[in-house]
C-alpha cells in the first residue's frame, strides 16, 4: 500500500482551478501544506494532468478513475498501465460522481493490485462499503452523497454512517475506513477522527477556496490538534 495514513486526499474532480495548470499550481500548494504540517496528503487528478501534476510534486497522485482493461482495442477507456507510466500511484474507484458495476469495481480492484497501484474505494453508505470490502481494496472512503459538495459535513450529520463503516469493513478485513463530504473545518476533521476515520476524502472546501493552502492547513491540523 502506497499511502500512509492519516491522510488527507483532495479530489480535484473537474474544478476549473484543480485541472490544467491550475492543478499543477494547486498540487504544490497540497505538497507544501504537507511539508509544512507532515501529514499525509495525496490528490487525485484528472487522466490529462496526471503527468504534469505528477513531475511537479514528490507527494502521491491519483488517477480518479480507472477501467478493467488490458493493451488492446479500447478506444475511449482508461488505460491502468499507461495511468501508471504517467505518474499514478494509485486511483480512486466508484466516486459518487463516478459509479461503478460491482463486477468491473472487482476486476478494477484486481488489475489495479497487480499493477501495484493504491485503490481508494468510495462507498456511498456503509452497506455498499460492507459489499465492497469483500474486493479487499487498500482504503474504502465512505462519502453519503446527498452530502457532497455541501456545507455539513458527513462526520457532523451522519457520524453513525463513519461508524457503522468502521465496524462492517473490520468484520471483514482490517482496511482503514475514510470518510469525505462536506467537510469544511479542522472541527469536521477532529470528528472524523474521534469516530475512527483514518483520513478524509475532500474537493470543495480546497478546490473552491481563494485559499486553499491555509483551509488545507487548518483541516490538516484537526490531525495533530
Ligand atoms: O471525493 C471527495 C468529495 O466527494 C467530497 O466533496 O466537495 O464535499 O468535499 P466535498
Known amino acids: 500500500m ?64 480507472i477501467d478493467p482493461i488490458d493493451y488492446g482495442a479500447h478506444t475511449g477507456h482508461t488505460l491502468p498501465e499507461d495511468l501508471k507510466a504517467n505518474g499514478a500511484k494509485g486511483c480512486l474507484l466508484n466516486h459518487s460522481e463516478d459509479r461503478f458495476k460491482i463486477d468491473d ?38 462519502e453519503p452523497p446527498e452530502l457532497i459538495g455541501g456545507n455539513v459535513s458527513v462526520s457532523t450529520a ?21 470518510c469525505g463530504a462536506g467537510i469544511k473545518t479542522k472541527t469536521d476533521v477532529q470528528k472524523a477522527v474521534e469516530l475512527g476515520a483514518q483520513g478524509i476524502l475532500i474537493a470543495s472546501a480546497i478546490t473552491k477556496s481563494p485559499h486553499p493552502g491555509k483551509i488545507l492547513e487548518q483541516l490538516a491540523m484537526g490531525f495533530i490538534e
Open 2 to 65: 502506497g499511502l500512509k495514513t492519516p491522510i488527507i486526499i483532495v479530489n480535484f474532480k473537474t474544478y476549473e482551478s484543480a485541472t490544467g495548470k491550475s492543478a499543477e499550481k494547486l498540487a504544490k500548494i497540497c505538497e507544501k501544506v504537507a511539508k509544512v504540517t507532515k501529514v499525509n496528503i495525496a490528490v487525485a487528478v484528472q487522466d490529462a494532468d496526471l503527468y504534469r501534476v505528477s513531475k511537479a510534486v514528490k507527494i502521491p497522485v491519483l488517477s480518479e478513475h
Open 105 to 142: 469495481l472487482e476486476k478494477s480492484i484486481a488489475k489495479a493490485k497487480a499493477l501495484k497501484l493504491t485503490t481508494v474505494v468510495c462507498a456511498s453508505s456503509d452497506y455498499t462499503a460492507e459489499s465492497v470490502a469483500a474486493f479487499h481494496p487498500d482504503f474504502i472512503a465512505v
Open 158 to 178: 451522519k457520524p453513525q454512517i463513519i461508524t457503522k463503516t468502521i465496524k462492517k469493513v473490520n468484520n471483514i478485513s482490517n482496511i482503514p475506513v475514510l
